[in-house]
């Protein structure tokens, strides 16, 4: 594959303050072009930032958390009201769902930070868990870039992966984040630009 164009929408739905999203956004772009990815992330196809409120349905109260079933399919809708827009045509668009709410799957217990399936189309961050003590706006927007260049490194085919400081190594905590650098390690970007290096 190549990356030469790849379109992220970003689906952004909760409290969220535009100027962290602005930055986000900005970042996100920077952070996945030092990967080799040339990426256009926007929020809306109008290139405003909007902000929605959490799907509706999302909420499960025997748990106290979100679930990612219905972010997902938040986040289909904002795939299909892009496609609309950009054209069916072959292009390469992901969506990134960023929720600043607690989100849970069905049969995990643990803490998560986002989800993905290899090879689709939707990725889901949380910064809820991103949050330390200090309210540092800083540190959650860069975790939240770690999260989402593992979720989107998902999305793009690749799985978890074991080297030291790779953005797909797999995170049980905030100190796992804080671990990873905003990059794919070497044998990832083999994977991802397989075949055209
Ligand atoms: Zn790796």
Not at 58 to 70: D, F, L
Not at 90 to 112: C, T
Not at 164 to 178: E, L, R, T, V
């Amino acid at each position: 594959m190549t990356y030469d164009r790849v379109y992220i929408r970003l689906a952004a739905a909760g409290d969220f303050d535009k100027k962290f999203l602005f930055d986000f956004q900005k970042e996100l772009q920077n952070v996945l072009y030092d990967n080799g990815i040339k990426a256009t992330c926007f929020y809306n196809n109008s290139g405003t930032i909007e902000v929605d409120k959490i799907p509706s349905g999302a909420y499960t109260s025997h748990i106290g958390k979100y679930n990612t079933h219905s972010l997902f399919s938040y986040g289909q809708t904002k795939r299909e009201d892009s496609l609309k827009r950009l054209g069916q045509a072959a292009i390469l668009l992901k969506v990134l769902v960023i929720v600043d709410v607690e989100i849970f799957k069905q049969g995990f217990a643990g803490l998560l930070f986002g989800e993905a399936e290899v090879g689709k189309d939707i990725a889901i961050i949380s910064t809820a868990p991103l949050e330390n003590h200090f309210k540092s706006t800083f540190l959650i927007k860069e975790r939240a870039l770690k999260e989402a260049l593992h979720e989107l490194g998902h999305t793009l085919g690749l799985d978890h992966c074991k080297n030291p400081g790779c953005a797909m190594n797999i995170s049980k905590d905030i100190y796992d984040i804080d671990e990873k650098k905003k990059k794919y390690c070497i044998d990832c970007l083999n994977i991802l630009f397989r075949g055209h290096r």
